[in-house]
């Protein structure tokens, strides 16, 4: 069982940054592949960017791409999610989520783990 807090959510200007962190329990973190997802109002939740075990392989949305970078430490059980450039496009709840067994996939329905979520708001 793991359980994941993000936190570093907040209002930002466009052009902004922001550093997501989501903090693990359990022992097995470093052997989890962890995304980040995002959900803004009245759409469905998306795949954000995702990273392996090791922190060798990244994977990111195109939409994302190039503003936004993820990455871990397994020392603290924390993943973060660093996102540079920041556009009221971004705007959304983000969310952590762990993945038992398995490459990084962008498949939502491949995490086996959520946490409750951060707001991130960007104004023009």
């Known amino acids: 069982q793991v359980q994941l807090v993000e936190s570093g959510g907040g209002l930002v200007q466009a052009g902004g940054s922001l550093r997501l962190s989501c903090a693990a329990s359990?022992?097995?973190?470093?052997?989890?592949?962890m995304g980040w997802f995002r959900q803004a109002p009245g759409k469905e939740r998306e795949f954000v960017a995702g990273?392996?075990?090791?922190?060798?392989?990244?994977d990111y949305a195109d939409s994302v791409k190039g503003r936004f970078t993820i990455s871990r430490d397994n020392a603290k059980n924390t993943v973060y999610l660093q996102m540079n450039s920041l556009k009221p496009e971004d705007t959304a709840v983000y969310y952590c989520a762990a993945r038992s067994r398995g490459p990084v996939t962008t498949r939502e329905g491949g995490y086996d783990y959520w946490g409750q979520g951060t707001q991130v708001t960007v104004s023009p």
């Open positions: 359990g022992r097995t973190f470093s052997s989890y592949v």
């Open positions: 990273i392996n075990w090791t922190g060798e392989f990244t």
